[in-house]
């Protein structure tokens, strides 16, 4: 489970990181792009330090 609990959150923290860098080219939705990819980036955060941690024990 740690594994896939890795590769999920690896995937969620760059596929964040990646839409709020095209959030610019967005034409009108600039800011909701933006904390889309702010919120995905913080999800893939959380699933490690708070999830996988009570999930392991």
Do not use: Q, W
């Not at 860098?21 to 708070?50: D, K, N, Q, R, W």
């Amino acid at each position: 489970m740690n594994i896939f609990g890795f590769v999920i959150s690896l995937a969620l923290f760059v596929g964040g990181i990646y839409m709020m860098g095209e959030a610019f080219y967005v034409e009108g939705l600039e800011s909701v792009v933006f904390m889309g990819g702010l919120l995905i980036t913080c999800l893939g955060v959380f699933i490690p330090v708070h999830i996988m941690k009570r999930i392991d024990s």
